[in-house]
């Protein structure tokens, strides 16, 4: 398994911005799919976006598509997620994932980050 650690969440304005990053350690870690789901009050996990090992391959939820950006820096052994004009109902507990089989489209995680709070104000 790899381990993930989640970091820049915080609070936010409605149309502003935020990039969150997930550093993960590990010694295949740059040869798995990561991704980012997230967790509303009282709603379901939901799958936001997912980026191929090699960085070319992205995949995003309809609700987030053309807005956040996913993106990765093997180097550094960590992904990242851009969200730009963000909106309320984009508040939510944002989770980093892997998934060791190099699934994008049907991403699937295998291991989990701990989250990070994003909260957009109106």
């Known amino acids: 398994q790899v381990q993930l650690v989640e970091s820049g969440g915080g609070l936010v304005q409605a149309g502003g911005s935020l990039r969150l990053s997930c550093a993960a350690s590990g010694r295949t870690s740059s040869s798995y799919a990561m991704g980012w789901f997230r967790q509303a009050p009282g709603k379901a996990r939901e799958f936001v976006a997912a980026i191929s090992w090699s960085g070319t391959s992205t995949y995003y939820a309809d609700s987030v598509k053309g807005r956040f950006t996913i993106s990765r820096d093997n180097a550094k052994n960590t992904v990242y997620l851009g969200m730009n004009s963000l909106k309320p109902g984009d508040t939510a507990v944002y989770y980093c994932?892997?998934?060791?089989?190099?699934?994008?489209?049907?991403?699937?995680?295998?291991?989990w980050g701990q989250g990070t709070q994003v909260t957009v104000s109106s």
């Open positions: 994932a892997a998934d060791r089989n190099r699934r994008v489209v049907t991403f699937t995680p295998d291991s």
